[in-house]
Nanobody, 124 residues
Framework: QVQLVESGGGLVQAGGSLRLSCAAS????????MGWFRQAPGKEREFVAA????????YDADSVKGRFTISRDNAKSTVYLQMNNLKPEDTAVYYC?????????????????WGQGTQVTVSS
């Protein structure tokens, strides 16, 4: 089992940047695929990015590719989401998730563990 704690959210103006962190407990972090999802009010949780155990990455191309970067530091049991050129439509609660197994995972239903979420608000 793994426990996840997100941090780094906040209020930022459009065009600004934030870096989200997700710290995991346990000694097996390197065996998990890690994903970032977001959920805006009244909407379903949607995929943002994921990173495999070996550092392979994938993004939701339409909304974030070219602006967001996912990375992981296995020594620190932490996954990051660097968000640049933020837009008001990026406003949401951002969640990190973890799943063991084979690549590729972009559906929230596939993830076994979730953090509590961190709010990101982008003002225009």
């Amino acid at each position: 089992q793994v426990q996840l704690v997100e941090s780094g959210g906040g209020l930022v103006q459009a065009g600004g940047s934030l870096r989200l962190s997700c710290a995991a407990s346990g000694r097996t972090f390197s065996t998990y695929i890690m994903g970032w999802f977001r959920q805006a009010p009244g909407k379903e949780r949607e995929f943002v990015a994921a990173i495999s155990q070996f550092g392979v990455t994938t993004y939701d191309a339409d909304s974030v590719k070219g602006r967001f970067t996912i990375s992981r530091d296995n020594a620190k049991s932490t996954v990051y989401l660097q968000m640049n050129n933020l837009k008001p439509e990026d406003t949401a609660v951002y969640y990190c998730g973890a799943i063991q197994g084979s690549w590729y995972r972009a559906r929230s239903s596939e993830y076994d563990y979730w953090g509590q979420g961190t709010q990101v608000t982008v003002s225009s």
